[in-house]
């Protein structure tokens, strides 16, 4: 799929335009392509083409005889010239009618220019016509790919690629398997026995590919192309990553032989097609994950399937790291919020750099599950941070754990934000001072300690609890708390006014603060989740 476009325009567009002044005075009507304008008054020019060339000449050196003008002009169609142009006055007050005799003959278009038209006139012009057929092609191009791309996102992936590249080649596509099954198919349908012939071809395809390559590696893309009543066909092995995978050709059928064009958008659906149909392809539909994802809605508990969603290498362990992010770019209440899933593009790249399938992308948040080891200490991939997110990662957990390493992300994600760090990682020391008290007098103590804020009212215990927790992460700056929970500074100051009065406490004793820190990192997770987000 290397080829590229060969700049040319057709002869019909010279002859049409009006600054030049070209006639077509013989040979046949049939219109060419000309990829070139060379001018020479030699009696042999033929060591000095390369073909398809609109030649101008004044006929200096032409030969005198009928003889010598028939083998001049055999010698240049011999040459692949695609036309001659010969320019009236001043040697030829006329075109000599042996040169229109000869080029009638041997099937070559012969063109006037007029006395007044430049030979530099007609090359600027054709040079002109040709940028302008190339930028058309390379627009054309590139509309088709970004629908191509724009397809591949969808639900119906394949199915949606098919119609693009039928829309755009006026071909009907189907996909086979190494059978020949039809999978799926777009576009106008030909007769029979069009259909069926593509089939048998890409059956042949196929099996010549899967014949002739080296075992053990994947068989390189092959091509085919045949010709039947006016149909023409064209078949394409999809690119493999590996030995075991099903085999697939993308077939054509179309009433007119492939462009230059069609051909690099075929290219382009053949990769897409090949990403889209591989074992676990970027954004990942592999059968273990959707079965898992079934259960899931069905009921089953997190901890059931997460086996069916972590990788099929057991060296990567039944542990899980949770995820939060954030972009910012622009503050996240005033950024649009996008559809589910994000951007396609983006949310294939954040996948490949975190090492995972499972990400999620809202607006301006992400979360992500990445599977991992006990022993795994998360890396934040700097692609993220070109990409402007901020990440929080949680401490590896089992698949029982999520709700809390799910706390952890997110309070890490809030520190990252208070730093303007790019990520930052949750930790937790075993030497310390929860270390000398039982974790379940510890959470009684938090639970008792923060039990008036149930009398709080609006915006809840939640709310004043979030507010707590991240003022005394930022050690009691005021502006940093409103800009990471995205409120105004007064409404920190209020609820945080309304946190000292229920629990009957001065937030400015360090002590008090030192209590209150250790309480908040004991209270159970069912008491804060809510207020892990606010709209």
Not at 36 to 64: C, K, M, N, S
Not at 213 to 238: M, N, Q, W
Not at 317 to 345: K, Q, Y
Not at 495 to 502: F, G, I, N, P, S
Request: contains cysteine; glycine residues 6%.
């Amino acid at each position: 799929m290397s080829e590229t476009i060969q700049p040319s325009v057709p002869l019909s567009v010279l002859l049409a335009d009006p600054g030049l002044g070209l006639s077509q005075v013989a040979g046949p009507a049939d219109d060419r392509l000309i990829g070139t304008v060379g001018t020479t008054e030699i009696e042999d020019p033929t060591p000095y083409l390369v073909g398809g060339e609109l030649l101008l000449t004044a006929g200096v050196r032409l030969p005198q005889d009928a003889e010598g003008i028939n083998t001049y002009v055999a010698r240049v169609v011999a040459a692949g010239v695609a036309a001659l142009g010969f320019g009236v006055a001043p040697v030829h007050q006329e075109i000599p009618p042996e040169l229109v005799a000869a080029c009638d003959r041997h099937g070559l278009p012969l063109l006037r220019l007029p006395p007044d038209t430049p030979f530099v006139a007609v090359g600027q012009a054709t040079y002109a016509a040709i940028a302008e057929a190339l930028n058309r092609d390379l627009r054309e191009i590139s509309k088709a790919q970004s629908a191509l791309t724009s397809a591949a996102a969808r639900p119906d992936a394949l199915q949606a690629v098919l119609n693009q590249l039928s829309t755009h080649t006026g071909a009907w596509a189907a996909l086979f398997d190494a059978q020949g099954n039809e999978l799926f198919s777009a576009g106008p349908r030909p007769p029979e026995p069009a259909p069926r012939l593509l089939r048998d071809l890409a059956i042949r395809t196929t099996s010549r590919s899967t014949r002739d390559h080296a075992k053990g590696r994947p068989p390189p893309p092959a091509a085919a192309a045949d010709h039947i009543e006016g149909v023409h066909l064209t078949v394409h092995t999809l690119p493999r990553a590996d030995s075991t995978a099903t085999p697939l050709v993308l077939g054509q059928a179309a009433v007119s032989p492939p462009t230059v064009v069609h051909r690099q958008i075929t290219g382009v659906a053949t990769v897409l097609l090949s990403l889209l149909t591989s074992p676990r392809h970027a954004l990942s539909t592999e059968t273990r994950s959707v079965g898992a994802l079934v259960r899931l809605m069905l009921g089953a508990a997190p901890a059931e399937v997460a086996a069916a969603l972590a990788p099929t290498d057991a060296s990567k362990g039944d542990h899980w790291i949770v995820v939060h992010g954030r972009h910012m770019a622009t503050p996240a209440r005033s950024r649009p919020a996008s559809r589910p899933g994000g951007d396609p593009a983006q949310l294939a790249a954040l996948a490949t750099a975190l090492g995972t399938p499972y990400v999620h992308i809202d607006g301006a948040h992400l979360l992500a599950l990445t599977p991992s080891t006990p022993e795994t200490s998360p890396s934040a991939p700097e692609l993220a941070a070109v990409l402007g997110w901020t990440l929080g990662f949680s401490a590896p957990v089992p698949a029982s754990g999520l709700r809390r390493a799910d706390s952890q992300a997110e309070r890490a994600l809030q520190r990252a934000i208070a730093a303007e760090a790019p990520a930052v990682i949750h930790s937790s020391e075993a030497l310390t001072v929860h270390a000398l008290i039982s974790p379940d007098d510890a959470r009684e103590l938090a639970r008792t300690r923060f039990a008036p804020l149930a009398r709080a009212g609006t915006p809840g215990a939640p709310a004043l609890l979030e507010t707590l927790r991240t003022w005394l992460t930022l050690h009691g700056s005021w502006d940093r708390t409103a800009a990471v929970l995205q409120i105004h500074r007064n409404t920190v100051r209020h609820r945080l006014a309304r946190v000292a009065e229920l629990l009957e406490v001065d937030l400015q004793d360090p002590g008090v603060r030192m209590e209150l820190w250790f309480a908040l990192h004991w209270l159970p997770d069912e008491q804060t989740e809510e207020g892990q987000k606010y709209p």
